[in-house]
């Protein structure tokens, strides 16, 4: 799922700007119609010359059948010509929304599909990928949308400019080739995508992105509106319900945040994305919980944990129930605990994925600081029966982070020494910082 940091100030122009015809033609432009192309080539045919609407016409078609990679060279045959800011422009939706591989973010590779065939998209970091001759660069994609926008004249090019632009950096961001290009790309998306939603100028897809910049920086309040209009123009994907039975969760709207999450969950089951449909379930359960519904709650606990044993959001709402029905605190998370370790010694990949579980419930606990010092209590719990000194320093780093949060620094440093010492007599590096927190509880004591 892509996260992109708060808009920047900046727009493109005062509210009301653009011409009325071409405000309202974009703003009712669904999904179906994007997948397309369908609205910037209907902006692009009063401003190009004969021979590119028939090229752009042909592009359509093939665009239709699947066939995105043949579609692509009919525009790139046209580039150099009177008309070159507007094919750019067409191009980089078009490779935006159709690339089929992501190669070390560098360049995307584009395929004719059979008719209605859905499209894989791969992000393949493999440095013995050979690039083909038919594969984009992505840098050159985005110098060539940089002066389409610079160089306009019209304010529709402008607006589709940005709109393309802001496509490209932010599926960029799933595949950045380095973090300078990634913290490059965020700042291009977060400022083209104020200045469409302060224009009222985005597209579905784009609506989406904007919800979720809401939603991690301001409030699922913000986020709402932007996750609905997603839905009303057809950008339909479960994960958009997803999101927004989360704000519908943040805002106390409880049937609503069940209903949209167990539909999302129903279909990400159905296509086989079993931590998606776990993660859905969750919600689906946290919501239950929060209504006063433990049955239900816990029914959707146990589907979700059915489909991901490690999934934060069930574990703990799993004893929030337990915890509300009268069992001890303590108890309620020790058994989901020693699910999670394990009984064999942890190997690396294995120590990363224990880690990085641990970090997600957490975070899920800070909710509630009862929550978290149960967590730290559950944690110790007969740690040092533990016959594996990875672990062990894994156990006692986190509950030195949680002894932190409870205030109690002497004990969260005492743990971190115990974290350090054991942490050396592990076989492998731990995906855990030690000494960094050990020299953060220094600083602060």
């Known amino acids: 799922m892509l996260l992109l940091l708060a808009p920047a100030t900046g727009g493109i122009g005062c509210a009301g700007s653009w011409p009325e015809k071409e405000s309202r033609r974009d703003r009712q432009a669904g999904w179906d119609a994007w997948r397309d192309l369908t609205p910037v080539l209907d902006a692009a045919e009063p401003f190009v010359t004969k021979d590119t609407r028939k090229v752009l016409s042909s592009s359509k078609k093939m665009l239709a059948q699947g066939a995105a990679k043949t579609a692509d060279e009919l525009l790139r045959a046209s580039s150099g010509g009177a008309d070159g800011l507007w ?59 940089e002066q389409a926008i610079e160089r306009s004249t019209s304010r529709t090019l402008t607006l589709h400019g940005r709109i393309a632009r802001a496509r490209v950096t932010a599926t960029l961001l799933t595949c950045p080739p380095n973090p300078t ?86 279909i990400f089951e159905q296509r086989g994305d079993r931590a998606q449909a776990a993660q859905a379930w969750a919600i689906h359960g946290e919501a239950c919980r929060r209504a006063d519904q433990p049955e239900a709650a816990s029914t959707s606990f ?40 394990g009984a064999s010694p942890l190997t690396q990949e294995r120590a990363e994925a224990l880690a990085q579980t641990l970090e997600g419930l957490a975070y899920v606990a800070n909710e509630e600081l009862a929550l978290s010092q149960a967590l730290r209590d559950a944690l110790i719990s007969e740690v040092d029966l533990d016959q594996d000194s990875a672990r062990r320093a894994v156990r006692y780093f986190f509950a030195a982070t949680l002894d932190a949060r409870l205030g109690d620094l002497k004990g969260a440093h005492g743990r971190a020494a115990v974290a350090l010492s054991e942490s050396e007599d592990a076989d492998f590096e731990l995906p855990v910082d030690i000494r960094g927190l050990l020299d953060r509880l220094a600083s602060a004591r």
């Open 87 to 145: 094919i750019s422009v067409i191009r980089a939706n078009l490779l935006a929304l159709n690339f089929t591989r992501c190669i070390r973010g560098v360049a995307w590779r584009l395929e004719d599909l059979d008719g209605d065939a859905p499209a894989t998209r791969v992000i393949d970091n493999d440095l013995d990928t050979r690039l083909g001759p038919n594969d984009i660069s992505v840098e050159a994609t985005l110098s060539n949308l």
């Open 302 to 341: 146990e589907r979700a944990l059915g489909l991901d044993p490690v999934q934060p959001t069930a574990i703990l709402g799993f004893a929030r129930v337990e915890i509300a029905a009268g069992k001890d605190a303590q108890d309620a998370l020790g058994d989901r605990l020693e699910v999670l370790y």
């Open 181 to 266: 290009v990634a913290e490059l790309a965020q700042t291009t998306a977060q400022q083209d995508l104020a200045a469409l939603a302060a224009e009222d100028q985005l597209p579905p897809d784009l609506a989406f992105v904007w919800a979720q910049v809401q939603m991690s920086t301001y409030s699922a309040a913000a986020a709402k509106p932007f996750f609905v209009r997603a839905l009303n123009g057809g950008f339909n994907e479960p994960t958009v319900g997803y999101m927004l039975s989360m704000a519908s969760l943040e805002l106390r709207e409880y049937e609503e945040a069940m209903r949209r999450s167990k539909t999302a969950a129903e």
